[in-house]
């Protein structure tokens, strides 16, 4: 029995020799491929297939090699080490683009506009004493609370609405069809939608063509704030409400129907079924959906750079983090919007995550 748990440790020397050379192979093109793609030496097309290339074999070589670092050990280690072995890939590559760049946000973040001086918590003085930030600030509350809500709502009223009528299936399809457009396909729609022409000149913009048609006078939407920023957040809500009805649609359905039945022969109004047997059976996800939406709604920076670049007083802290970041090119400013981003984020993330871990979702 010892002698055989000899031989089960003993590791030929051509495997060590080839899990060594395999590692240096992997670590020389992972380096070489990033040195070349931070150079920024070829033109676009050929940038992108390396980048593709690139990514895929060193994410095939890193499994390999890590697959044959770990045969090395026995047989009992290496059944417990395997799991870790297929996530090891993925792991470095979000702690690469993710947990690196947001340490070094951090560090900028108490840095001057060129990076070479520490100036501590001046640039977070700014984020909340700055005229232009205090209105981003205001813009981006305003959007957390009433594209979330007006998104959950309508896509709830849809579902339910959806479900009782004879046209379910087609009726979901045509609110859903707005999540194949992009957030900037979005705004160059409703800008034609909100375009004003003055002086007489014919309106090309529907909106105003309605208000003319009626005997009005045209009106600058995009211009009066801060009304502006709800006409940008109803194309949030166009594009968020088919999420919303699609999840809470799923989740009507699973809502018992002899609870609803009971409670219509006991007497109960529809507005009364709604409020105390199924907003409580989907609970779950609304939540779930409300939280996605409020993501989705912090980080929304296309929409309002591709309607107003931020002008009229519709700037949020995600075009404000661009605009400090490459406009004025003040990257101490612009890490610490980010780092401001991240901390709204975080709490939201965290009552997910503890979400799923109370359905078990982890275990």
Not at 161 to 174: G, H, N, Q, V
Not at 202 to 213: D, H, K, P, T
Not at 271 to 289: C, G, K
């Amino acid at each position: 029995m010892a002698e055989t748990k000899k031989l089960a440790r003993f590791v030929p020397l051509s495997d060590i020799i080839k899990t060594l050379a395999v590692v240096m192979i992997t670590t020389a093109v992972a380096w070489s491929g990033f040195s070349l793609l931070r150079a920024n030496v070829l033109s676009q097309i050929p940038t992108t297939l390396i980048a593709i290339i690139w990514g895929v074999l060193s994410v095939v070589l890193i499994f390999y090699s890590f697959n044959l670092l770990a045969q090395l050990f026995p047989l009992k280690t290496y059944n417990k080490i395997v799991p870790y072995i297929f996530i090891a890939p993925a792991v470095l590559i979000m702690g690469w683009y993710l947990l690196l760049p947001t340490v070094r946000s951090f560090l900028l973040s108490f840095m001057d506009k060129t990076t070479t001086k520490f100036v501590w918590f001046d640039n977070y003085k700014f984020l909340f004493t700055d005229r232009s930030m205090l209105v981003s600030i205001r813009n981006t509350l305003i959007w957390l609370v009433c594209g979330t809500a007006f998104s959950v709502i309508i896509g709830l009223a849809v579902a339910i609405l959806a479900d009782r009528s004879y046209i379910e299936k087609y009726a979901k399809t045509f609110v859903f069809l707005p999540m194949s457009i992009s957030l900037v396909g979005a705004g160059v729609i409703f800008k034609f939608m909100y375009a004003a022409k003055f002086g007489g000149a014919e309106q090309i913009g529907l909106l105003n063509a309605i208000v003319v048609f009626c005997g009005g006078e045209p009106q600058n939407w995009l211009g009066k704030a801060p009304w502006n920023n709800f006409f940008l957040i109803a194309i949030f809500v166009w594009l968020q409400t088919g999420f919303a009805m699609v999840v809470l649609s799923a989740a009507l359905k699973a809502v018992p129907e002899e609870m609803i039945e009971a409670a219509r022969i006991d007497g109960a109004g529809e507005f009364r079924i709604l409020m105390t047997i199924v907003i409580p059976n989907i609970r779950a996800s609304i939540i779930s959906v409300s939280t996605t939406i409020l993501l989705a709604a912090l980080k929304c920076f296309d929409i309002v750079y591709s309607m107003t670049n931020g002008m009229f007083g519709t700037e949020v802290l995600a075009s404000q983090q661009y605009k400090q970041m490459f406009t004025f090119q003040h990257y101490g400013r612009g890490s610490a919007i980010a780092i401001l981003i991240l901390i709204g984020v975080s709490p939201v993330i965290y009552y997910n995550l503890k979400e799923f871990r109370n359905r078990e979702a982890f275990k």
